[in-house]
């Protein structure tokens, strides 16, 4: 009956995913925080339903490498449609992942994010696991896109129509700024 809107806010290196229910009609709820763990950044969640709860997937950095960059992990959480938490926050992965994507097909969730994203590592690429309804990894991780010349599968998009997953991947290379930091990306 109700949408889960999710974002991540927060000043002074003090992040939080944060969620609200909005109804069909636009009634907005009030917020409450998702996250457990405080990340000195952010970057954009990910969020699918299996008609009993939501599963909110985020980055979150809690420490530096030497070079000023963050140290990446992805952290994940059901949220019933109340509000309340059926698990504690899980740590999905923690190789530097970036950008999740995510959907249900009815019986599982597909997540999908962009593996080893640090910004001097060669071996960038789109990683795809199974998850079932209660957040359990089902298998081991994959990929299913190649580097194309120096592109590599950076992040995409996982959807579900019904019958099938369609995943889409950027392919690209990231430019870092003289400071050791993302600047952009090239490719596409």
């Known amino acids: 009956t109700n949408y889960l809107f999710v974002w991540q806010d927060g000043t002074n290196n003090q992040i939080h995913t944060s969620g609200s229910f909005v109804s069909k009609s636009g009634s907005v709820g009030s917020p409450f925080q998702i996250s457990q763990t405080t990340s000195l950044d952010h970057n954009p969640p990910a969020i699918a339903f299996d008609g009993i709860n939501y599963l909110v997937v985020w980055n979150s950095d809690t420490q530096l490498l030497p070079n000023g960059t963050g140290v990446w992990n992805l952290y994940g959480r059901l ?17 530097q992942p970036l950008f999740p994507s995510l959907a249900f097909d009815g019986g599982n969730y597909l997540l999908a ?76």
Request: aromatic content about 12%; proline content about 3%; hydrophobic content about 45%.
């Open 79 to 95: 949220v019933s449609q109340n509000g309340t938490f059926p698990v504690t926050e899980l740590v999905i992965n923690t190789n």
């Open 113 to 188: 994010w962009g593996h080893d994203l640090d910004l001097t590592n060669a071996d960038k690429n789109m990683i795809f696991q199974f998850f079932n309804r209660s957040a359990n990894p089902i298998g081991s991780v994959f990929s299913l896109f190649q580097a194309q010349g120096t592109n590599s599968p950076l992040f995409g998009d996982v959807l579900f129509d019904g019958r099938e997953f369609m995943v889409t991947a950027t392919l690209g290379s990231i430019v870092v700024a003289s400071n050791i930091n993302f600047n952009s990306f090239i490719g596409g």
